[in-house]
């Protein structure tokens, strides 16, 4: 018969030991914990997540003293402006959308989630948890007009391939591309957003040419685009 085997529970003075704990709290302020959040998260390009974190060689706090100090690694990523990778519920994506939006002065754009990676939730998370864009921005109260982020996303393709081709792209040009490239809308998609009527393709790569040269670039009247050396000889 195997001999019964005991556990020791040792008798530890609670008062030292909350001593203890308030001391190896005190290596770090609040304060540099949460900038040193906030650095880990600018150059992870994205929220950090524990294990992140303990992996990123310039932070010297390790993820249980975050813990310690704020409760939980959530609720730090709280505090520092950070928004957690996981159990974000709607109603905090929905209220980070609205303080973004007073912040703008207007509805937030897919553009303006990518150039706030770590502060605010990917564009994929919302379209995730509430089928698109749009329709979140109508849940957070915003007034978005039915096809303003289909059109916005379209217009942004478009001038991208434009660029590619060196010209604007005709409707068997998108075709093409989107055989190349899944993440483009389809032809179709794209010709519906002007109500499938006459001269539909010609007013997309209207739309295209005013925002390619808003953003400086020449476009000929016959929709090739100017190139930068025939720009600096003119």
């Known amino acids: 018969m195997a001999p019964r085997r005991y556990r020791v529970q040792p008798e530890i003075d609670q008062r030292a030991l909350a001593e203890f ?6 290596r770090y302020t609040d304060a540099q914990i949460l900038a040193q959040l906030k650095a880990s998260a600018k150059r992870l390009g994205r929220s950090p997540t524990m294990k992140e974190f303990a992996a990123d060689p310039e932070a010297t706090v390790h993820p249980q003293t975050v813990i310690e100090h704020f409760g939980s690694w959530n609720e730090a990523k709280r505090a520092a ?3 957690p990778r996981r159990f974000a519920t709607r109603e905090e ?7 973004l939006g007073e912040e703008l002065g207007r509805p937030p754009t897919a553009k303006d989630l990518d150039e706030r990676k770590g502060s605010m939730p ?5 379209w995730h948890t509430f089928g698109s864009l749009t329709q979140a921005l109508r ?4 007034d978005v007009p039915v096809g303003a982020e289909r059109l916005e996303r379209a217009l942004a393709q478009g001038a991208e391939l434009a660029i590619r081709l060196g010209r604007l ?3 068997n040009d998108w075709a093409s591309a989107r055989g190349e490239d899944p993440e483009l809308l389809t032809e179709w998609q794209v010709y519906r957003l002007f109500d499938a ?12 040419r005013e925002r390619l040269q808003a953003a400086g670039v020449a476009v ?15």
């Open 81 to 83: 402006g950070l928004v």
């Open 122 to 126: 990917s564009k994929s998370l919302y």
């Open 139 to 142: 849940d957070a109260g915003f």
């Open 93 to 99: 994506l929905l209220g980070l959308l609205r303080a």
């Open 21 to 26: 704990r308030a001391g190896i709290r005190k």
């Open 197 to 208: 009527r006459r001269g539909a393709w010609s007013t997309f790569q209207f739309m295209i």
């Open 169 to 171: 792209p005709k409707f």
């Open 220 to 234: 000929e009247a016959d929709g090739t685009l100017r190139s930068r050396a025939k720009r600096r000889q003119a």
